[in-house]
């Protein structure tokens, strides 16, 4: 089922006024719901996991010195960053339109309320503003790709 069909799928149970579908197929599970008004959906896609042939484990010799040193300074430089996360599913657009210029880049100075990126989620394009003043430091998402709830787009420096 690709995202067409599940959108018009979404558009017939919004407009036939049912408060919830369940629809099951081989390897995809999908159930809708709407509220009373038929304003608000919320949509659950369960994909089953496909059939793993069984491996032997593969062990790998890591020397333990070196693991803990080469993960440590990156988690030790990153933690003085704000992390800015996505409140909502959707496409993250770097840009206001294809035409604009983009909202901010690495290096830009921010101030708190200053809009970072643009969300769309069901056709509606969400302003994401920051919480905070600084610096953006890192971009952590490609324009015009798929984000998930709590993913970190953006990295900013508070200083």
């Given at each position: 089922?690709?995202?067409?069909?599940?959108?018009?799928?979404?558009?017939?149970?919004?407009?036939?006024?049912?408060?919830?579908?369940?629809?099951?197929?081989?390897?995809?599970?999908?159930?809708?719901?709407?509220?009373?008004?038929?304003?608000?959906?919320?949509?659950?896609?369960?994909?089953?996991?496909?059939?793993?042939?069984?491996?032997?484990?593969?062990?790998?010799?890591?020397?333990?010195?070196?693991?803990?040193?080469?993960?440590?300074?990156?988690?030790?430089?990153?933690?003085?960053?704000?992390?800015?996360?996505?409140?909502?599913?959707?496409?993250?657009?770097?840009?206001?339109?294809?035409?604009?210029?983009?909202?901010?880049?690495?290096?830009?100075?921010?101030?708190?309320?200053?809009?970072?990126?643009?969300?769309?989620?069901?056709?509606?394009?969400n302003e994401i503003e920051s919480?905070?003043?600084?610096?953006?430091?890192?971009?952590?998402?490609?324009?015009?790709?798929?984000?998930?709830?709590?993913?970190?787009?953006?990295?900013?420096?508070?200083?």
């Open positions: 089922m690709d995202l067409k069909e599940i959108q018009n799928l979404i558009k017939f149970v919004a407009n036939s006024g049912v408060a919830e579908v369940k629809l099951e197929m081989d390897d995809v599970k999908i159930t809708i719901r709407t509220t009373l008004e038929g304003n608000a959906h919320e949509v659950t896609y369960l994909q089953a996991p496909q059939n793993v042939l069984q491996q032997a484990p593969v062990q790998q010799i890591v020397p333990a010195a070196t693991a803990p040193v080469a993960a440590a300074p990156a988690a030790d430089d990153n933690a003085k960053y704000v992390t800015i996360k996505s409140p909502i599913i959707g496409t993250f657009y770097r840009k206001p339109s294809p035409d604009k210029a983009m909202f901010v880049e690495v290096g830009s100075t921010i101030g708190k309320g200053d809009v970072l990126c643009v969300i769309e989620a069901m056709k509606l394009f919480e905070v003043s600084g610096k953006i430091v890192k971009v952590l998402v490609d324009d015009m790709s798929p984000v998930e709830f709590d993913q970190p787009l953006f990295l900013v420096d508070p200083s």
